[in-house]
DNA sequence: TAACTAGGTTACTTTTAGTAACTCAAAATT
DNA sequence: AATTTTGAGTTACTAAAAGTAACCTAGTTA
């Protein structure tokens, strides 16, 4: 990708990987594409298992990112509504594809698991 | 993806990703795609960043789900070669489709956190 | 005899993620 | 009139993961 000693800035892929490389950015794009919009309760229930702060963190940054965009209406209770930008949008074709991926390969991974836990436990 | 309550075994998607979800893995994969073969050490130079103890907790975990091999040559010193497997280079088809994306649309995602950091920090 | 080598492991510290309780202000309920 | 509810968060605290640095192994070379 870029050579040594580089900053993040020069290396695009890392850099953006490297916001990716959390648990739960992926998996929100993938629900945001599947409502045109989403406010935050609605979000948190679809994505299994994540917390109210960690789903504010997700969404701050990928709004941050310009891949998600937040509309607040001045109502009480508040409401907010999440989606993608554009370029969430594009972004959203590859991780599809990405997912497709797994949905196809996820029984080979599983075996692999199998058979490496039997390899490395061989209960003696 | 999946409905709610449901264990991770249920839900390849979230599943797989969880496992890329770290900061290494992806990389790691990219960078195993561009030489059939690469040794421990040239895997950590040309991962910047990494150090020695991250890059054996990646490399055993994408070995465990059968992305990579790993070949130990018993010499002295060790010599250890790791490269993808079959599985491991259609998964890298993939994360080939997402560095692009990355390359091709870093300028806009720079622009959008610079706007962003300019709306949240206005300088009084 | 000491230093070097590649590919790790171990012990320890720092960062990040997860949990649970709390906030806000109006509207609805008791 | 006082209490509860509501959605979208914070805040303070704990657990887990990542980062750092020192150590290990056993043949080869200086």
Redesign the pocket.
């Known amino acids: 990708m870029c050579g040594k000693g580089e900053s993040e800035e020069c290396c695009p892929v890392k850099d953006i990987l490297a916001r990716f490389g959390?648990?739960?950015s992926i998996y929100t794009i993938l629900m945001l594409g599947k409502q045109e919009k989403l406010?935050?309760?609605?979000l948190?229930a679809q994505i299994t298992?994540?917390?109210?702060?960690?789903?504010?963190?997700t969404?701050?940054s990928l709004e941050e990112d310009g891949l998600v965009s937040?509309a607040?209406y001045p109502e009480?209770?508040?409401?907010?509504?999440?989606s993608l930008t554009p370029l969430g949008k594009s972004l959203l074709l590859q991780l599809l594809a990405l997912a497709d991926w797994a949905k196809l390969n996820i029984n080979q991974i599983l075996e692999a698991r199998e058979r490496y836990s039997k390899k490395t436990q061989p209960i003696s």
């Open positions: 959390d648990k739960w406010r935050f309760n609605e948190k298992g994540v917390s109210q702060r960690m789903l504010t963190v969404l701050r937040r607040v009480i209770p508040p409401r907010v509504e999440y």
